[in-house]
């Protein structure tokens, strides 16, 4: 039964969510990414870790189009979700992001209830067909971000009132809410008391079941807690990428080893 | 080989430590000079402040109370018949009654007669006929009235007016101060507030003489400037901060809409003489007219107050939303407007004070007419506040002088409670981030 399981269980893990093929970022002139090739597997955390400035958030924001609202920026290359090209025409960003959730890295609760902050984004989408429906959404939302005994009892007070920890808990349950099949983390944990990272961490390998995660950390540690498959970027390229046990012990080029080492970065 | 250690002789180098201190003193006394000129500018501007509004005060309180003469008017069926309502002798009538009151008067003597009228304010024949035309039962009776007396008796009243003035030189006569006296004596001079300053419209005559007309015709003009710049630069303002592609283009418009709120208001107010009323053929002197000039001068105000309210929402708030799945659309109307607005409202209102106290582009559309009756519609003539104030302050009558520092005190009341608000909105809704 065991070894059943298991074998069920790797192959999920092989299955393949977003594939990239040779994306390219310039920022006017700047060419902020180089030619990354990644496949991001599905129900697997994968980190991408990296000095700073050398283009993980860059290309964490290619995964749902945020780029977008960038005047400069542009971007090339093939990124695709599940076989679509997410940046052909006929893909609506808007559609997109309801796919790919998102979670930055200043916790940034709506001024709102805390309520209002999970019930907007099944909102705006229409998923749920009434009021109970959206009661049930966001309890469930809520308990799947970790905060919902801390929070049950004031649904109704303003989200911007809760703590730092609690309200990047807070943004990761609104980010779930809308039901996504990716979780794109933006240095979730660099605004947060090391309590609260670890509760986080905690929910990020929750996650996990459901989710395919990509986070973005500056911290080492981090990566090598949360992650089964890091990437590692230098200077907008990507040196290495395997799972986050051989990144760590076993690194193939001499760049990660000197990042993960305190060489460089 | 270092300078430091063979320094026999040669002078020693000072130590940074020693270089701050001694450049310390001069950069304290650099501060405190600082302060000192920040201190006296304050001063000074408080001084100016006061000055001006004492002045205002001491002139423009004579005009909060108007002298009234109580007294009984007999409705003499000689003067007023029922058959020629609403015309009669109504004048005859209140000088015979009043004439009563006064010691050794011969009414008879034409002279005497047009001097015991004169001490009324022109207005009471009317206040009287409104009365007897409303029940002309009253022909025949006598009844109580408390109405104004003419500006001059007012002055006097008021001690305004010198008596130790030679007679020759003084505005009341020697025999009219005796009148005056005497009806003070029977107590039937008495200075209430003067509400009339606040209901009638203007007139000629001082005693009669109020801010309403300018009143309705300052508001029908904000209201009309309210509407149509308040969504016009509010839609621009956002059009501008969230949709426009940064060009050229845009960055020529931006200039131009900074310019125009620094344009001149009297060109404003040529403009719309130009193309309101020598086009579109609107009425003259109308707040209409007045509130679309107001509008032109308002906007670029409200756009550049819209746009740095919707500047000051931080990314963070529409990167969750976008991140969501919201359409900009969403994002701007669902999240950075709303924030946004405490800022908007405050600009808003601020331009909106300005344009309470515009005079130039009113004067040229006409506004400043003699308007005896308040505008019922935006569309009718009418006068605005500070229009008011000029016409007021054009006046040769004494009365005029102490009804325009008042008035100049009405505009400054709204003006300063249109600057509260402001900032109550600011205190109460803006959000820290």
Not at chain 2, 394 to 400: K, L, V
């Amino acid at each position: 039964m065991n070894d059943m399981r298991k074998i069920e269980r790797d192959v999920k893990m092989t299955d393949t969510k977003i594939t990239a093929r040779n994306v390219n970022v310039h920022y006017g002139d700047t060419h902020a990414i180089k030619d990354v090739n990644v496949d991001i597997a599905d129900k697997t955390v994968t980190a991408f870790i990296g000095p700073s400035g050398c283009g993980k958030s860059t290309f964490l924001r290619c995964l749902n189009r945020m780029n977008d609202t960038i005047d400069i920026c542009r971007v090339t290359g093939k990124i695709e979700l599940d076989g679509q090209d997410i940046n052909d025409k006929s893909i609506d960003p808007v559609q997109l992001r309801a796919q790919v959730g998102m979670v930055f890295q200043k916790p940034n609760p709506f001024p709102k209830s805390i309520y209002d902050n999970i019930a907007y984004g099944p909102r705006i989408h229409g998923l749920a067909k009434s009021k109970t429906d959206l009661d049930e959404i966001v309890e469930r939302a809520l308990r799947r971000g970790a905060i919902w005994n801390e929070v049950k009892d004031r649904l109704d007070k303003p989200g911007t009132g809760l703590s730092g920890g609690q309200q990047q808990r807070l943004c990761i349950a609104r980010a779930v809410a809308t039901e996504p099949e990716i979780l794109l983390m933006d240095e979730p944990c660099s605004a947060l008391d090391p309590i609260a990272t670890a509760q986080v961490e905690e929910l990020i390998d929750e996650l996990r079941r459901d989710y395919s995660v990509v986070i973005v950390t500056h911290s080492m540690q981090q990566a090598a807690r949360v992650s089964q498959k890091t990437a590692f970027f230098h200077l907008g390229n990507l040196v290495e990428f395997n799972d986050t046990d051989q990144i760590f012990t076993n690194p193939q080029d001499s760049r990660t080893e000197s990042y993960i080492t305190g060489k460089i970065g | 080989m270092t300078d430091i250690s063979n320094g026999a002789g040669v002078p020693r180098k000072p130590t940074s430590k020693e270089l701050v201190a001694a450049s310390l003193k001069g950069r304290r006394r650099k501060e405190k000079r600082l302060q000192w000129i920040g201190i006296g500018a304050i001063a000074i501007a408080f001084v100016t402040l006061f000055i001006l509004v004492s002045s205002l005060v001491s002139t423009g309180r004579y005009a909060f109370t108007q002298t009234h003469l109580t007294f009984e008017v007999f409705v003499d069926p000689e003067e007023v018949t029922p058959a020629r309502l609403p015309r009669g002798n109504f004048d005859d009538a209140l000088a015979a009654s009043l004439g009563q009151m006064l010691p050794g008067v011969d009414m008879d003597d034409r002279a005497t007669k047009r001097g015991v009228e004169g001490i009324l304010s022109n207005g009471a024949q009317f206040e009287l006929r409104d009365l007897v035309v409303a029940d002309p039962s009253l022909i025949g009776k006598t009844i109580t009235m408390k109405v104004p007396v003419a500006d001059t008796f007012d002055q006097l009243n008021k001690g305004l007016i010198d008596r130790e003035t030679p007679e020759q030189l003084r505005r009341v006569k020697d025999n009219e101060i005796v009148w005056f006296d005497a009806l003070k004596e029977q107590g039937a001079i008495s200075k209430p507030f003067n509400l009339a300053l606040f209901t009638n419209a203007d007139s000629r005559f001082p005693e009669l003489a109020g801010l309403k007309g300018a009143l309705v015709g300052s508001f029908w003009a904000l209201l009309t400037c309210f509407l149509i710049a308040f969504p016009l630069g509010i839609g621009s303002a956002i059009y501008l901060e969230e949709f426009a592609p940064k060009n050229k283009l845009s960055d020529f418009i931006e200039v131009n809409i900074n310019n125009l709120a620094a344009v001149p208001s009297v060109v404003f107010g040529l403009l719309a003489l130009a193309v309101f009323i020598g086009w579109f053929g609107l009425p003259r002197s109308a707040p209409f007219v007045g509130g679309l000039t107001l509008a032109l001068m308002t906007m670029p105000t409200i756009i550049i107050a819209t746009r740095a309210a919707l500047k000051a929402v931080p990314p963070s708030i529409r990167e969750a939303a976008l991140g969501l799945g919201a359409s900009k659309q969403q994002v701007v109307f669902q999240h950075v407007l709303p924030l946004a607005m405490p800022g908007i409202l405050t600009g808003t209102i601020i331009g909106l004070a300005q344009a309470l106290g515009e005079t130039a582009p009113l004067l040229l559309i006409g506004m400043n007419a003699f308007i005896t009756s308040a505008a019922s519609s935006p569309f009718d003539s009418s006068t605005a506040l500070p229009t008011q104030i000029f016409i007021w302050a054009d006046s040769p009558e004494r009365g005029f002088v102490s009804r325009t520092s008042a008035a100049i005190l009405v505009l400054l009341g709204f003006l300063v409670m249109m600057n509260a608000v402001a900032i109550f909105l600011r205190q109460k809704f803006e959000r820290k981030w």
